[in-house]
């Protein structure tokens, strides 16, 4: 099958963030961690290795320590930040000087961003729902970018495979949630994630949303 020419990708980063004092309390409890520069390289090899849309939308899941490192991300790959998402947790977590109860998802375009966008007025900037286990996001989430941005979809450092969406991450995790899903709803999870894909295309195309290609790269967004 003819690879998808991904027009949004998220990515959640395992960022170097741990915890203080002698016990892990932080994300190194629960999966290896990346430096930035690290983070970097991945992410270029496997877009390198993607055909990814010249006016393509990028949603970035970044810790409050690695702000100001998340835009910096968006640029070595050749996004512009544009704005964020703020996700607001029903309780507070870890912190040093706060306890933190939100999370930021940047958002960024390279091209011309808008040809990727919906016709959508009144998606909001804040997506309120409860926390649940460590680093999984909430399906608001997901269903905000859907709304926002046209695929194909891509998700990196994916954890859970989402209907639709391309996923890739962690083999072990991802492979496990992947058989959990099929376990549960075994006619909806097809193993060829790009069959699956496919097959959410031709929905679209029936339901006459079908994605325009992009005009020629090189045009400045106003």
């Known amino acids: 099958m003819t690879q998808p020419c991904y027009r949004t990708i998220l990515a959640d980063p395992p960022w170097n963030e741990r ?10 409890r629960h999966y290896p961690l990346l430096r930035t520069a690290e983070i970097i390289e991945v992410m270029q090899a496997q877009l390198a290795a993607r055909d ?10 970044v810790t409050n320590n690695f702000l100001i490192k998340g835009i910096a991300v968006m640029g070595e790959l050749g996004f512009r930040y544009v704005t964020n998402r703020v996700w607001a947790k029903d309780r507070f977590g870890l912190g040093y000087y706060f306890r933190g109860q939100h999370e930021l998802l940047l958002f960024g375009v390279r091209g011309r961003g808008p040809l990727a966008r919906t016709d959508r007025k009144n998606l909001p900037s804040v997506i309120k729902a409860p926390r649940t286990k460590h680093s999984a996001k909430p399906i608001e989430a997901y269903q905000l970018i859907e709304a926002r941005s046209h695929g194909p979809y891509l998700e990196m ?23 959990e899903q099929a376990r549960r709803v075994p006619e909806q999870t097809p193993t060829n994630w790009n069959v699956l894909l496919a097959q959410q295309e031709q929905i679209n195309r029936q339901r006459n949303e079908r994605i325009e290609l992009p005009p020629t790269p090189g045009e400045v967004e106003e």
Do not use: C
Request: charged fraction near 30%; avoid cysteine.
């Open 157 to 179: 450092f994916a954890r859970q495979p989402r209907l639709g969406w391309d996923s890739w991450g962690n083999d072990t995790a991802l492979e496990d949630a992947r058989q």
């Open 19 to 28: 915890g203080g004092g002698k016990v892990k309390r932080g994300a190194d």
């Open 52 to 61: 990814i849309a010249p006016d393509a939308h990028l949603y970035l899941w």
